[in-house]
């Protein structure tokens, strides 16, 4: 066993990676945990710079190409794992340097725009949508929670490894949506269209925003077209996350009717 004691130094400073945002925005770095998770990153290009394993906890194995693997206790994994049920696996890789330059979109992309999301479970959410629903790319605009946050990365399955996405702030987004010719739809309550009444084939991007306030009024004038999700019970608002995923899979639907 490489790591016992739960005062190395290695082990206080993967506990500062997984708290500290600016941590890891200065280090280049953020954690993965999980079998599942560890995998989908592999598959998906992502190389760890180090693994940490339990071998009390893990039940399977992984040959990952890591710069180095280092066994810990029981003890040590419970203290760097975010996870109730850790298996025993997480990694440590470097921050990908994604711009929208590096973007690839199909012939009549579908992209999502979420703006301000705070809470990463909905960050998370969102990604998961968006991979099952073939979405092109996300942009995560003007972003209160950070992409690499190991809340996210749990909640999104590992999505955020399969989808294309980028943190970026909303007048460079826009723009780069234009110089595509991409129609902008926002989603407010105060619209007066509905989702399913409108026509969400052909280049499209779907913006939500944050669950309190929703769209900043950027989007909200600059967007194309502006629909709402019905509303029948008292609350006025949704799951930012369930709001995306209705009117994607509504776009989704309608080009798939075609």
Excluded at 7 to 31: A, T, W
């Amino acid at each position: 066993m490489d790591i016992i004691s739960l005062q190395n130094p290695k082990i206080k400073y993967i506990v500062k990676l997984r708290e500290d945002k600016r941590q890891r925005q200065r280090d280049g770095l953020f954690l993965v945990e999980g079998y599942d998770e560890l995998t989908l990153a592999l598959m998906s290009g992502f190389q760890p710079q180090s693994l940490l394993t339990a071998p009390e906890l893990a039940s399977r194995t992984i040959d990952f190409p890591a710069a180095e693997t280092t066994t810990v206790s029981r003890a040590v994994f419970e203290k760097i794992s975010y996870r109730e049920n850790p298996d025993g696996w997480l990694g440590i890789f470097p921050s990908p340097k994604t711009s929208l330059e590096d973007l690839k979109l199909s012939a009549s992309p579908l992209v999502l725009v979420a703006e301000s999301v705070e809470k990463p479970g909905n960050l998370g959410a969102i990604l998961r949508t968006a991979d099952a629903a073939g979405v092109d790319v996300v942009l995560v605009c003007d972003p209160r929670v950070d992409l690499w946050n190991p809340n996210v990365i749990r909640a999104s399955r590992g999505a955020v490894f399969a989808e294309p996405t980028v943190e970026v702030e909303s007048p460079n987004a826009l723009a780069w949506l234009r110089s595509r010719k991409m129609r902008v739809l926002a989603a407010a309550p105060s619209a007066n269209e509905l989702y399913t009444d409108v026509d969400l084939t052909g280049p499209l991007a779907i913006a939500v925003g944050t669950e309190d306030e929703g769209l900043s009024d950027f989007w909200m004038k600059n967007a194309d077209m502006q629909v709402k999700i019905p509303m029948l019970g008292r609350v006025n608002s949704l799951n930012v996350s369930i709001a995306a995923a209705l009117i994607t899979y509504e776009s989704v639907r309608q080009r798939n009717r075609k």
